[in-house]
C-alpha cells in the first residue's frame, strides 16, 4: 500500500476536464501539475499505464474508465460513478512526483463481467523519471530520458525512444523495444520479446517466449529458457541461451557466445569480432565465416565439415585443431551432432 500524499505549496495544481465523460475513447477525467516535477509514480490494480514524453513542462495525467470485455459492454455516467465509489483514486504530487494511485477497496466483491478497468495516460517532459506498477495492464513508454522502472503481473510491455536505465518486468506478457538506448534489464516470466534499433548495455529474458533481435549494438544478453532465438545485423558482444528452441543469427559483426540444450544453431557473421564461441546439445550446427579471415579453430562434433584449403593444423571426423587463413579469431564450437564451417 502506498502512502498518503499531499500538495507541497510551492507546486500549482491546474484542473483540466474533470466531469464524467460516457464515451469510453475519451479520458473521464484529466489533471494537469506544474512545478518542480522530474518523476512519476503510479500504482493501479488491474488497468494499463502510458507515459510520453514530450516538449512541455508540465504533466498532464487522463485517466480513462472502461467496463471489461470493452466495446463489447457499454457504460454509462451512472454506471461508472457507482463503480468508481468501490476504488480508492487519487492524483496528487509530492515533492517532485506526480503520484497515482488506483486500487480497489478491500472487501469489495469481483464481477468479471461488469467490473471497471481505470487506466492512465500520463504526458510529461521529455527527460521525466517513471516508477510504474498494475497487476495486469500493459505499460507503454515513449520519447523518455531518465531511470525507468516498471512491473505488471501479467500485461505487454512497449518501449518506444526510451534512453537511460531501463529495467522493467512482466509476469507473463510479450515485451517490445525500440529504438531505446543506454541500459537496459527487461523481462517476462513466458511472453515473446521483440527488440530492434537498441544501442548499449542490453539484457532482455523470458522464461518461454522466444526471442528476435535486430539492429542491435553493446554488450547484450539475450536468453530464453524454451523458445527460439533469432537476431540480424548485431553488433558489439552477445550472449544467447536457449533450454530448447533454435538459434538463428544472420549478419554479425559481433564476439557471439551462443548455446541451446536441444534446437540447432545456425550462425552467420559479416565480420569476426574478439571471440566466436558455439555449443549445443542436439541439433546441428552450422557456421558460415568471412571470406579469407583469419580463424583459429577448436571444433568438436560428431560429424565435421570444414574447408581444408588455408588450413595447417590436425582434423578428422570428428575433431578440428589449426589455423585457418593464418589463425586469428578464437573460434570454439562443440556440438553433439554434426557441424558444417563454410
Not at 32 to 60: A, C, H, M, W, Y
Not at 78 to 97: D, N, P, R, V
Request: include cysteine.
Amino acid at each position: 500500500m502506498m502512502k498518503r500524499f499531499y500538495l507541497f505549496p510551492l507546486l500549482t495544481l491546474v484542473l483540466g476536464t474533470a466531469s464524467a465523460q460516457s464515451s469510453e475513447d475519451q479520458p473521464y477525467q484529466t489533471k494537469t501539475f506544474t512545478g518542480n516535477l522530474s518523476n512519476v509514480r503510479v500504482d493501479v490494480s488491474g488497468g494499463s499505464i502510458q507515459v510520453e514524453g514530450g516538449s512541455s513542462s508540465d504533466v498532464k495525467v487522463e485517466m480513462y474508465v472502461r467496463l471489461n470485455n470493452w466495446p463489447a459492454n457499454k457504460i454509462d455516467k451512472a454506471e461508472i460513478e457507482k463503480q468508481l465509489a468501490e476504488y480508492e483514486l487519487s492524483m496528487k504530487t509530492e515533492g517532485s512526483s506526480v503520484v497515482v494511485y488506483s486500487r480497489r477497496k478491500s472487501g469489495v466483491s469481483w464481477n468479471s463481467d461488469r467490473n471497471i478497468s481505470v487506466s492512465f495516460k500520463i504526458f510529461t517532459p521529455r527527460t521525466f523519471a517513471t516508477d510504474l506498477r498494475t497487476s495486469g495492464g500493459s505499460i507503454r513508454l515513449a520519447h523518455l530520458d531518465g531511470p525507468q522502472q516498471f512491473q505488471t503481473s501479467g500485461g505487454s510491455l512497449h518501449m518506444s525512444d526510451v534512453a537511460g536505465l531501463i529495467q522493467g518486468r512482466t509476469s507473463g506478457g510479450s515485451i517490445h523495444l525500440n529504438n531505446c538506448r543506454k541500459e537496459m534489464n527487461v523481462q517476462t516470466s513466458g511472453g515473446s520479446i521483440h527488440a530492434e534499433d537498441l544501442e548499449g548495455k542490453i539484457t532482455l529474458k523470458t522464461s518461454g517466449g522466444s526471442v528476435r533481435l535486430t539492429r542491435l549494438n553493446g554488450t547484450i544478453e539475450a536468453t530464453t529458457s524454451g523458445g527460439s532465438v533469432q537476431g540480424d545485423a548485431i553488433s558489439g558482444e552477445l550472449y544467447t541461451k536457449s533450454s530448447g528452441g533454435s538459434i538463428r543469427l544472420y549478419n554479425l559483426s559481433a564476439a557471439v557466445e551462443a548455446e541451446t540444450s536441444a534446437g540447432s544453431l545456425d550462425v552467420e557473421f559479416a565480420k569476426l569480432s574478439k571471440y566466436v564461441k558455439l555449443r549445443c546439445s542436439a541439433g546441428s550446427i552450422k557456421v558460415r565465416l568471412p571470406e579469407n579471415q583469419g580463424v583459429d579453430l577448436a571444433v568438436r562434433g560428431s560429424r565435421i565439415h570444414f574447408p581444408l584449403a588455408k588450413f595447417r593444423g590436425e582434423a578428422d571426423d570428428t575433431h578440428v585443431d589449426g589455423k585457418l587463413n593464418g589463425g586469428g579469431v578464437p573460434l570454439t564450437i562443440h556440438g553433439s551432432n554434426s557441424v558444417s564451417i563454410q
